[in-house]
Antibody, heavy 119, light 110 residues
Framework: QITLKESGPTLVKPTQTLTLTCTFS??????????VGWIRQPPGKPLEWLAL???????RYSPSLKSRLTITTDTSKNQVVLTMTNMDPVDTATYYC???????????WGQGTLVTVSS | QSVLTQPPSVSAAPGQKVTISCSGG????????VSWYQQLPGTAPKLLIF???KRPSGIPDRFSGSKSGTSATLGITGLQTGDEADYYC???????????FGGGTKLTVL
């Protein structure tokens, strides 16, 4: 059974850097074709694709946020970390991590973590 | 503004069928697989359809997907009140080298 869980701060101040950790089980990030991605959803708004890291450490980012995002992996701990710099209140959202199997879709997803940006 | 265009809402009666459209372009839907997600109120999205028309194990065959050119469609038959949710399409965009989602469609089962 594949599970993922996001962890990190629930509140960050404007201009701070957000660090979120996705801890997963039930699969290996060293398996050919597999990846882990991050997606966010501001309250009442649609999903926004953020970043994806593949089994071979290839990384892809949303062009609009690329300058602020970094995705890294710790395969020994089964973790994927997303950092987002220069946080702003508009970045308030629920942040999800999700498994990217060899097909071209995310599934399953973590439960999500709500991050609020406020002074 | 989402890269993929979905109708904001659709509705139908219990037991009926509904379709949800997702429109894109050549760099995304036109040349990549489409997936569909169901997001029940207050929960994380759940994968319904991948690779245009394949269902993960556990997803009932009431849910179906299709693609034609630069558009995709999600079909749901035998509507149930438990199907009330937001539905999102997603795909890869080769020009962006990133994934994209639609703006979501709220399904109401009257």
């Amino acid at each position: 059974q594949i599970t993922l869980k996001e962890s990190g701060p629930t509140l960050v101040k404007p201009t701070q850097t957000l660090t979120l950790t996705c801890t997963f089980s039930g699969f290996s990030l060293t398996t050919l074709g597999v990846g882990v991605g991050w997606i966010r959803q501001p309250p009442g708004k649609p999903l926004e694709w953020l970043a994806l890291v593949y089994w071979d450490d290839d990384k892809r980012y949303s062009p609009s946020l690329k300058s602020r995002l970094t995705i890294t992996t710790d395969t020994s701990k089964n973790q994927v970390v997303l950092t987002m710099t220069n946080m702003d209140p508009v970045d308030t959202a629920t942040y999800y991590c999700a498994h990217w199997p060899t097909s071209s879709a995310f599934g399953p997803w973590g439960q999500g973590t709500l991050v609020t940006v406020s002074s | 503004q989402s890269v993929l265009t979905q109708p904001p809402s659709v509705s139908a009666a219990p037991g009926q069928k509904v379709t949800i459209s997702c429109s894109g372009g050549g760099s995304n839907i036109g040349n990549n697989y489409v997936s569909w997600y169901q997001q029940l109120p207050g929960t994380a999205p759940k994968l319904l359809i991948f690779d245009n028309n394949k269902r993960p194990s556990g997803i009932p065959d009431r849910f179906s997907g299709s693609k034609s050119g630069t558009s995709a469609t999600l079909g749901i038959t035998g509507l149930q009140t438990g199907d009330e949710a937001d539905y999102y399409c997603g795909t890869w965009d080769s020009s962006l080298s990133a994934g994209v989602f639609g703006g979501g469609t709220k399904l109401t089962v009257l």
